[in-house]
């Protein structure tokens, strides 16, 4: 009896008395009423991936399933997910951007106590912290540090890092700043003959506008030029910058002629409370 409550937990037994013939002898005989609708199926079959050690076979091979099988828990593990599209860490680069600020700007004005500084910063760090350096360089670009942001914009060119139009518009914007004009004359050349086809308007707008705040009218004429020859529409304030230094040039009719070509029709002004489109020059005639 005990061995078919050990084999099959769910079956119920009953007792029943049986009077044998018309002795006093009474026996007692378990009968053993199963329950088949817990084992739907002829054989026990065991969870795939689970081995149990606690149950048995019988004589015909057939598995027999131990009661304590089944208080264990089955635990399914996922699978572990790869990030493939995982983004640069970039945790902590302000903080790194801001210590570089501060360092920098103790540093006296040399090529060698700036760029050996700027290396020992980078010493310990397996990748190149360009996330920080363009923080940092925006961070100078607020406070006016133009000769902060040469040093550390070519320096960081100089490692084969951060070779963007943003990095090229801060540094000749610096060189404007800083009056250093043959820099930046040269540093225009290099990005022309390397990007020529993916040189955005603004940064030929950065070196027009260069070349107007400096009073080098014909070089601005050549760069706008080149912007004509790649097909780079100009934007409102190039178009004011090149039709008055032909103007300055004495060139009325190149300066008729740009205005005509390039400068808009139409702008958008409120009156009452509205936006209305009107033509541009209309209220001076």
């Known amino acids: 009896m005990s061995d078919l409550s050990c084999h099959y937990p769910q079956m119920r037994f009953y007792s029943a008395k049986v009077s044998l013939g018309t002795t006093s002898l009474i026996s007692q005989i378990n009968v053993a009423a199963l329950d088949l609708s817990y084992y739907r199926r002829s054989s026990y079959q065991k969870p795939r991936g689970f081995t ?35 983004k640069r860490d970039s945790t902590g680069s302000g903080q790194k951007a801001l210590n570089l600020v501060r360092i920098v700007s103790k540093l006296p004005n040399e090529k060698e106590a700036v760029y050996g500084a700027l290396d020992k910063w980078t010493a310990w760090e397996t990748e190149f912290p360009l996330i920080a350096v363009a923080k940092a360089l925006k961070l ?69 506008s260069l070349y107007d705040h400096h009073n080098e009218l014909d070089k601005l004429i050549e ?29 009325e009719d190149k300066q008729k002629l740009v205005l005509s070509k390039y400068q808009r029709k139409w702008k958008y002004i409120h009156f009452k409370g509205e936006r209305a489109r009107v033509r541009i020059g209309a209220w001076e005639e």
């Open 140 to 208: 100078l670009r607020k406070r006016k540090q133009w000769t902060r942001i040469i040093q550390v914009a070519k320096w960081m060119l100089s490692k084969g890092q951060g070779a963007t139009m943003g990095t090229y518009d801060s540094l000749l914007l610096a060189f404007d700043m800083d009056h250093r004009v043959d820099e930046a004359e040269s540093l225009w050349n290099m990005i022309l003959h390397t990007h020529t086809r993916s040189i955005s308007k603004w940064l030929f707008s950065r070196m027009i």
């Open 52 to 86: 149990c050690f606690t149950c048995s076979n019988n004589a015909s091979g057939q598995h027999l399933p131990n009661p304590s099988c089944f208080e264990k828990e089955f635990i399914k593990r996922g699978k572990k997910e790869h990030h493939l599209w995982r």
């Open 223 to 251: 760069v706008f030029a080149d912007m004509e020859e790649l097909g780079v529409k100009p934007d409102e304030d190039t178009v004011r910058r090149v039709g008055r230094a032909f103007q300055k040039l004495g060139l």
